[in-house]
């Protein structure tokens, strides 16, 4: 039978509670350094980055958790040392482990390096303190956290490593578990069934709207960690890769979900966990981006159009599919949080033609009341949301976040409408744009 | 003999080289042994470039003359080269649907030869006259040659219409004699020509003093005579460069680009994002045995601030330098000298991994100079 409605539960994911930073400290940490006190300019930072932790003199280590990971932050020698371990290889080491390692994790464009040492893999940056500017630390400290919390227990269950120092999760209770249980099966369920709706429709936007919606509510509801969030974002990597070809992302969705239809409780239990995190995982949400998603713009304008052509189901799905997308992807302020979470609440279990109209309105509602109202406005009427979506995870995903090409604004087609006179010299040859 | 007859040998002893500053990269042609015709907007504002030679070894040219206006310069080699000359057609009867020839380095590729007509012989735009052509050119194919079927050069590649199809132009060749001829007849050392009245002016002024043209509203006159300051990135690399013994202007790859070998070790360096400089060196390929002791060596923290990854199976050497490390300036020697460690250590260590770890050269790696069997 035809799917009718969604469901849409609240999240079973803790909500994290992210003290606001001090852009002073910020700012004297970088005094600090330029006036020659580098230590000072460090400890600044760190007090920027980790507001409400007690940060001490760095001589004896700082420990902070993200998530699964433990990073640490040290100077001795004046030599300020960050590290995080990811596994220990045991004997013999696992050719496959040391092959991801390499190809994975080492790279350009990032300051820390995985290194071994003796049989541990370390995530690990160190140098003179002199040349650990505050930016660089800040930098370093939110990317090498976030890198290390991606390889959790899934490098356990891909190459048979130990991984000696990591963070435990605290366990959902019964209660919270089979809500999840419940979620999980419901949602992949819906998944499916929309899965059917796509290939019969054929539409490269459903396809887009399906597969945003597929991963980012699991994202938003079920805390969920090791193999199987790996497994996920692999998955999503390719089914929402908008450059790839249709019938591969179809394929690697309907993939996708007879693997996670197959999942069963104990294996779903065993990756589930509620994590402290130092740093945010998630994206500062901003006006603009409200703005951009929900606001008057050709985004919105298409969904409305297809209101209007009654097709109900496509319009519900992308307005959920943004929805979820803000709420898994961002931190806002309780007052947004709130107004983003009673649209979803107000459409669950709706059918399709209440479900589009009522997040329409509450989607009008938020961007007049949060979005932005200034400049720049006019910039941002071609669906960054999801692109963002989709260079989010890969940023996530594959820990380049930094990389040039993966910029949502690089898949922007030029604005320039009147021929012009192109000179044809190159900028840089392909030869090293490949690397860039 | 008809050009498109002409084997792939022959195309590639032609004197036509890829030309290579910190703004981009282009094509050039030989007018003699020692000079080379090219665009001036692919050579300025620098007044020394690099010119790859077949063997992908540069040499150094000085830019000798420029003419802003037409989109014409000359470079002087620093040794004479023995690419085949193409003559620069006496005959300016060119008509529609005659076969034209382009030669060049699309897009960064090794020389290539695209093919079509003239569509019309005398375009006029931008208040000059133009060869116009559908023949398939590209950035890149700036300053090369347009020939004909005997291989003589009717035109020089400038530009093409954006946002059309099939719609470049050439310089006619009316206009390359006279430019060619002009600086023979011409003693100065370099000198840029007014483009108003053809002038040749040898110094910087505001005014041209033949035509009272003002130069610098119209095309930054003092760009050509006085060099602008280089970002402080590039002076940083620049100057890691020469503490290693490399020529930056023979490193220069394009803007925030550089890419040379040494020995036999590729170096590539370049600009990601505003944060990071990164150097790299694309130095062996991973061979089927034996590995877990390769990727234990390639991790190990001794290497450490350098580290290494795998692209497929191609290893590269890696150092990343914060750009804010760049701008503190008590720092600058330090950082320089671990560039210049790591260029060093990027020749012996691709040696280190064939001879020790059964690697085998990387597809860019100069086998001759690699020490050992292999060399």
Not at chain 1, 168 to 193: C, G, K, M, N, Y
Not at chain 2, 196 to 221: M, V, W
Not at chain 2, 226 to 235: C, G, K, N
Request: aromatic share 8%; net charge negative.
């Amino acid at each position: 039978m035809a799917i009718s409605s969604l469901t849409l539960p609240a999240p079973i994911r803790q909500r994290l509670s992210v003290a606001p930073r001090d852009f002073y400290r910020r700012d004297h940490a970088v005094e600090l350094f330029e006036q020659g006190d580098a230590l000072g300019g460090a400890i600044e930072a760190l007090r920027y980055l980790l507001p409400g932790m007690e940060i001490g003199d760095l001589m004896s280590p700082l420990r902070l958790v993200q998530g699964t990971a433990r990073v640490y932050v040290s100077v001795a020698d004046d030599i300020l040392t960050v590290r995080a371990h990811l596994a220990a290889l045991g004997d013999p080491p696992s050719t496959a482990a040391l092959r991801f390692f390499l190809t994975r994790i080492s790279g350009t464009g990032q300051l820390y390096q995985p290194r071994l040492r003796g049989d541990q893999v370390v995530l690990e940056f160190s140098d003179r303190l002199s040349l650990v500017h505050p930016l660089k630390l800040i930098e370093l400290m939110q990317r090498i956290a976030m890198e290390a919390d991606n390889h959790d227990q899934w490098l356990i269950d891909a190459f048979g490593v130990t991984t000696p120092d990591r963070e435990p999760l605290t366990a959902l209770s019964d209660e919270e578990f089979e809500r999840a249980w419940t979620i999980w099966q419901a949602h992949w369920e819906a998944v499916d069934a929309l899965m059917v709706e796509s290939r019969r429709r054929r539409i490269i936007r459903f396809l887009d709207a399906l597969g945003a919606f597929a991963v980012n509510q699991v994202r938003y509801t079920l805390p969920l960690f090791g193999s199987i969030r790996q497994r996920l974002n692999d998955a999503a990597d390719d089914f929402t890769d908008r450059d790839e070809d249709p019938s591969k992302r179809d394929a690697a969705l309907s993939k996708c979900i007879k693997e996670m239809r197959a999942i069963g409780r104990e294996e779903l239990r065993a990756n589930l966990g509620h994590a402290r995190y130092a740093i945010s995982p998630l994206h500062e949400g901003t006006p603009s981006l409200l703005t951009s998603m929900l606001g008057a713009g050709s985004r919105m304008q298409a969904t409305s159009d297809l209101r209007a052509a009654g097709r109900a189901l496509e319009a519900s799905l992308e307005l959920v599919a943004d929805f979820l997308y803000l709420l898994a992807h961002h931190t806002w302020s309780a007052p947004i949080e709130q107004s983003l979470r009673q649209a979803l609440d107000a459409v669950s279990d709706k059918p399709w033609r209440e479900a589009a109209d009522t997040l329409w309105s509450h989607a009008n509602q938020i961007a007049r009341t949060y979005g932005s109202h200034g400049e720049g406005e006019d910039d941002v009427d071609e669906a960054p949301g999801a692109e963002h979506a989709v260079t989010y995870q890969k940023a996530m995903n594959r820990g380049q976040g930094n990389e040039g090409p993966a910029s949502p604004g690089s898949r922007r087609p030029s604005r320039e409408r009147t021929p012009v006179m192109w000179r044809l010299s190159v900028a840089a040859s392909p030869a090293i744009g490949a690397h860039l | 003999m008809n050009l498109i007859d002409i084997a792939h040998d022959d195309i590639e002893s032609l004197g036509v080289y890829q030309v290579y500053t910190g703004g981009g990269t282009g094509t050039g042609f030989l007018i003699d042994a020692e000079h080379l015709l090219t665009n001036c907007h692919v050579v300025a504002p620098y007044r020394q470039v690099a010119v790859e030679m077949r063997d992908k070894t540069r040499i150094k040219g000085t830019v000798k003359r420029l003419h802003p206006y037409r989109d014409l310069a000359i470079v002087r080699l620093s040794r004479p080269v023995d690419g085949a000359l193409m003559a620069i057609s006496e005959n300016d009867e060119l008509r529609p649907k005659q076969s034209v020839h382009i030669l060049g380095f699309p897009v960064g590729l090794p020389l290539s030869l695209t093919e079509g007509v003239i569509s019309h012989p005398k375009q006029l735009l931008d208040e000059q006259y133009f060869v116009q052509t559908d023949a398939a050119i590209n950035p890149g194919n700036s300053g090369g040659p347009i020939l004909n079927d005997r291989r003589e050069i009717i035109a020089v590649t400038t530009c093409k219409l954006n946002q059309a199809d099939a719609v470049g132009f050439g310089i006619p060749a009316v206009d390359v004699r006279k430019f060619v001829a002009d600086f023979r007849a011409q003693g100065a050392d370099f000198g840029v020509q007014c483009p108003a009245c053809e002038e040749l002016i040898t110094r910087k002024t505001r005014y041209c003093p033949n035509c009272g043209t003002d130069l610098q509203s119209r095309h930054d006159f003092d760009d050509y005579f006085e060099a602008s300051d280089d970002h402080p990135l590039v002076q940083f690399v620049e100057g890691a460069l020469r503490q290693a013994d490399i020529d930056p202007v023979l490193a220069r790859h394009g803007n925030h680009n550089w890419s040379f070998h040494v020995g036999s070790a590729p170096i590539k360096i370049w600009c990601c994002c505003s944060e990071h400089l990164n150097f790299s060196s694309p130095m062996a390929q991973t061979p089927t045995r034996d590995l877990t002791r390769l990727f234990q060596f390639l991790l190990s923290e001794d290497h450490a601030p350098i580290a290494f990854d795998l692209t497929g199976s191609t290893i590269r050497m890696n150092l990343v330098v914060h750009t804010a490390d760049v701008f503190t300036e008590s720092e600058r020697n330090v950082l320089a000298a671990r560039v210049a460690h790591f260029i060093r250590k990027a020749d012996s260590t691709d040696d280190l991994l064939i001879q020790q770890y059964g690697c085998q050269p990387a597809p860019e790696t100069q086998t001759a100079f690699l020490k050992g069997e292999h060399g």
